[in-house]
């Protein structure tokens, strides 16, 4: 080794301590313990702050057709940590006769030593922190005096969405839609369980009608809901799923609406209805409202509603790593 080359800082450090890996049931145990929306309250405002960084998401796909993943990446320095969750989609064998496999893993590591805090499994997590970022979104943009709340879906996210939004609003009804709940009567069952004034109805025109938020949590990877079906102005939200340029509803409509998204720099170039409607419809990103972190520093208008309001998420790698950190604060104080 020549006098002017550095040793490797690495060689001499004394060894790291194993990260900890936390399995579903480990999560599934912390989750009581976790202030998911504080989290994604707190994250948002730093990044508007400049104190967090939200790197686009990549789609990689699998040779032949066999599936594809997606990486979640985020740093927030606030917390000295970054980091990123692993989401692949894996095809279902016998020409797609069994179903796909989907999972979700996140690396936690340290901006300080470089060296992993945790590996999680994070299909829990994900739920939460979508229908975390969806009641942000409700709590920011909707009318304070919204009564009226609506779900397309019936599935875990959809359940989590009505029981992070429930208490945000003095709700009156709060009506679910899904089809596949018409011939699962234990199903529907579960779901009226979810909040005593939830009710479900036999079609999405039923479920919308005279709502004040309407909230899109299906897997769906076309459209969900015909604005038409909508009597007044209202607040739609809207998230994503595996299915490529997935969208809920119909790209066409988004010049009609004011547009809302997680985050403005990213989610456009990832949102099936924005890319559609950007490539077929003239619409541009330049005409989004407002992101969470903007409305988290005070820094958009909200919604006037002399028409619908739309919100999309396509889930952040910050919101991944957020809640990660939450989760791995949580482990470290019960050792």
Not at 82 to 98: H, M, Q, V
Not at 161 to 181: G, Q
Not at 283 to 303: E, K, M, Q
């Amino acid at each position: 080794m020549s006098a002017t080359t550095a040793s490797p800082t690495l060689s001499h450090a004394a060894p790291a301590a194993a990260p900890f890996i936390a399995d579903a049931a480990t999560v599934r145990a912390a989750l009581p313990h976790l202030d998911v929306r504080g989290v994604l309250a707190r994250l948002f405002a730093s990044l508007g702050r400049g104190e967090a960084v939200q790197p686009p998401q990549t789609l990689a796909l699998f040779p032949q057709q066999a599936g594809d993943f997606i990486t979640y990446l985020g740093v927030l320095a606030e917390a000295g940590v970054f980091g990123a969750k692993l989401s692949p989609y894996i095809a279902g064998t016998n020409g797609g006769a069994s179903a796909p496999i989907i999972t979700a893993w996140t690396a936690l590591m340290s901006m300080q030593t470089g060296q992993p805090l945790m590996w999680c499994d994070a299909g829990l997590l994900t739920t939460e922190r979508t229908a975390g970022t969806t009641a942000l979104a409700v709590d920011q943009l909707a009318p304070r005096e919204a009564r009226r709340l609506a779900v397309i879906g019936a599935g875990a996210v959809a359940l989590a969405h009505i029981r992070h939004t429930a208490p945000l609003r003095a709700w009156e009804s709060i009506r679910v839609f899904s089809p596949s709940l018409a011939d699962d009567a234990a199903r529907a069952a579960q779901v009226r369980a979810t909040d005593a004034r939830v009710s479900v109805e036999a079609s999405a025109e039923a479920c919308v009608a005279d709502a004040d938020v309407v909230m899109l949590c299906t897997s769906s990877g076309k459209p969900v809901l015909a604005l038409d079906a909508l009597t007044k102005p209202a607040l739609i939200t809207s998230i994503s799923t595996n299915v490529a340029q997935a969208h809920e509803i119909d790209p066409a409509a988004l010049a009609a609406l004011d547009v809302y998204c997680d985050y403005r720099l990213t989610t456009p170039q990832s949102a099936g209805e924005m890319t559609i409607a950007a490539r077929e419809h003239g619409w541009s990103p330049d005409a989004i409202v407002g992101d969470l972190a903007d409305l988290a520093n005070d820094a958009c208008p909200r919604p006037a509603y002399a028409r619908h309001a739309f919100f999309r998420s396509i889930g952040l790698g910050l919101e991944d790593i957020a809640i990660a950190y939450a989760l791995y604060t949580h482990l470290r104080a019960a050792r």
